[in-house]
């Protein structure tokens, strides 16, 4: 079975910084897609980053790049998502997503099958 497992959040004032990991096991990592999204409070869930197939195509969108990065540890098969420059619009419920058996990632979460539990991060 695929299994996702986030950890990392909490609370941390603007301008600081979290380093979110998501531990996962049951697909090919090193070759699938993998991605980073979160739920602000009241609103749909949005894409945050991602890392595509053996994780040289890492993307992220205009609203975090420069400020955060994801990457790929393979050794560990985890995912990692570095955020430096916290702002409290940052403010979610984080979670990772898998496409097993495919190696390209998109925007929208219904192309994900499978979901970690969530990670709360609260920037003030």
């Known amino acids: 079975d695929v299994q996702l497992v986030e950890s990392g959040g909490g609370s941390v004032q603007a301008g600081g910084s979290l380093k979110l990991s998501c531990a996962t096991s049951?697909?090919?990592?090193?070759?699938?897609?993998v991605a980073w999204f979160r739920r602000p409070p009241g609103k749909t869930r949005e894409y945050v980053g991602w890392?595509?197939?053996?994780?040289?195509?890492?993307y992220l969108p205009s609203s975090v790049r420069g400020r955060f990065v994801t990457t790929k540890d393979k050794g560990k098969n985890t995912l990692i998502l570095q955020m430096n420059n916290l702002r409290p619009e940052d403010t979610a419920i984080y979670y990772c997503?898998?496409?097993?058996?495919?190696?390209?990632?998109?925007?929208?979460?219904?192309?994900?099958?499978?979901w970690g539990q969530g990670t709360q991060v609260t920037v003030s």
């Open positions: 049951g697909f090919d990592f090193g070759s699938d897609c």
């Open positions: 997503a898998a496409r097993p058996g495919w190696e390209y990632c998109y925007q929208t979460d219904y192309d994900y099958p499978n």
């Open positions: 890392v595509e197939g053996d994780g040289s195509t890492p």
